[in-house]
């Protein structure tokens, strides 16, 4: 008779077999393939950005260990605080104009209207819109001698406005552009959170004699806590990453009124061939995403 390698053992032992439930374990394979992908394309790099920040490359390129020396220097660079106060400046505007627009947006989505789905893909066109292609034909618009925006402007008066050549109206410019390709985009996780309230909690609150504001603000900002949540931090995030605006159009510029930590990153790396100072960057960068999530994760309370 052939005998079974393990058999005696699994004889032995049939019991463990046989009484443990293999559903509980069944699910986590199916979700296997997505976890390996993120540990490989979102935990890996950040673990050799954090190992790779405690080095500094010399001559012929040999990487020499100099431990929290990249930080220390950051700490005294004004450059880096520049960048820095842009980012954070750029989140605190950008993140919660994007998600007012959105949610009003999605309000107005969510009716039953005739052609509202044309409505709703209209305004979804940006979302499908390449960053670099929007970006351009932005910065054409925003020509200070040829753009239609101040073609528009002067049918009202306004004299000329210098956009992304003035180093104070710069970052407000690309704020513009990232609300316009944004807001969207978050629109349309809001309207799914509204499309998940059952219609029968309106309907409650129309009988007790709620306005249209008050069961907005009672009713459905509140039941969209989870969605609120989940739509600020994922907005904390792309906004603190993002990078095409000041490449494409402004280069950190003018003035470095619009170099924020993340082209600032890009140029330590590929312009100064200072890789250890843009990894250090990178670990201030996620630093600094780890205190907006904390913050707004406390403020949400999304774990309820």
Known sequence: MLAIPGAKFLGKNRSIYTN????LIIPYFFVLPAILILAIFKLFPVFISLYGSLFKTGAKS????????????????S????????????????TPVQIFFAFLLALVFNQRLKGIKI????????????????????????NPYQGILNSFLGMFGIPNQKFL???????????????????????????????????SVFEAALIDGA??????????????????????????????LLFVPMYVQTKGGPMNSTNVLMYEAYKS???????GR???????????????????????????
């Not at 990894?279 to 309820?304: C, E, K, P």
């Open 20 to 23: 443990f439930n293999w559903k």
């Open 119 to 142: 409505y709703r893909s209209i305004f979804y066109m940006p979302v499908a819109t390449s960053l670099v292609m929007a970006t351009i034909v932005w910065s054409m618009m925003m």
């Open 269 to 275: 790396a590929y312009n100064y061939n200072n890789m």
């Open 278 to 304: 843009s990894y250090a960057i990178v670990g201030i960068l996620l630093l600094l995403s780890m205190a907006f999530v904390a913050i707004q994760n406390r403020f949400f309370d999304i774990t309820d």
């Open 165 to 199: 050549t003035d180093p104070k109206q710069a970052l407000w410019c690309v704020m513009l552009i990232a609300t316009w390709k944004g807001t969207p985009y978050w629109m349309m996780f809001l309207l799914a959170g509204l499309q998940g309230i059952s219609d």
């Open 211 to 240: 306005s249209g504001l008050k069961r907005t603000v009672y009713v459905t900002i509140p039941l969209l806590k989870n969605t609120f949540g989940f739509v600020f931090i994922s907005n904390t995030i792309a906004n603190l």
């Open 62 to 77: 040999v990487s020499i260990f100099v431990g929290f020396q990249n930080y220390v220097e950051l700490f005294t660079d």
């Open 79 to 94: 450059i880096f605080y520049i960048s820095l106060k842009n980012t954070v400046v750029f989140n605190l505007v950008t």
